[in-house]
């Protein structure tokens, strides 16, 4: 329940401002880093370190996600499930349960990736992968 899960936050600041507010700062922090990980990408094309860059920060922003209480403990195991084969996972949505996405690396072993899906399903999730076939997102400088 998204309206169950804003209130928790709402909670945590009245009750933890300071800290509250530097994780919503961190998060921020992360946004950017993001950004600026895909700039630099599309300056100078390295896979690898783009892909350990955003790995890198999808889990940074998963925990800051949790410690704020939007997370779920069926998220944090499928993410604790991806994170000990080498994947970055996170939930998606207004969190609380539901879904978590994973980005999977071009230069992940197909074993591996089996491996985690045969994981995660037997633990009872249900995995789905799904191939971009267009351009996520486009970064214009105004």
Known sequence: NTKELVSRVRER???????TEQILHAMEGVSQGFLSSVEQHEEEYDETTFFS???DLIECNQGLLSSLG?????LDDVCGTLRSLGIS????GAGGGGFAIAVIPPALAE???EKAVNLLESK????TQ???GVDGFEIEKL
């Open 130 to 132: 799904a191939d971009i």
């Open 124 to 127: 009872g999730y249900t995995c």
């Open 70 to 74: 939007v997370s779920h403990p069926t």
């Open 13 to 19: 600041k009245v009750k933890y401002p300071q800290i």
């Open 111 to 113: 074993k591996t990736l």
């Open 89 to 92: 996972g996170k939930l998606t």
């Open 53 to 55: 860059s955003i790995s």
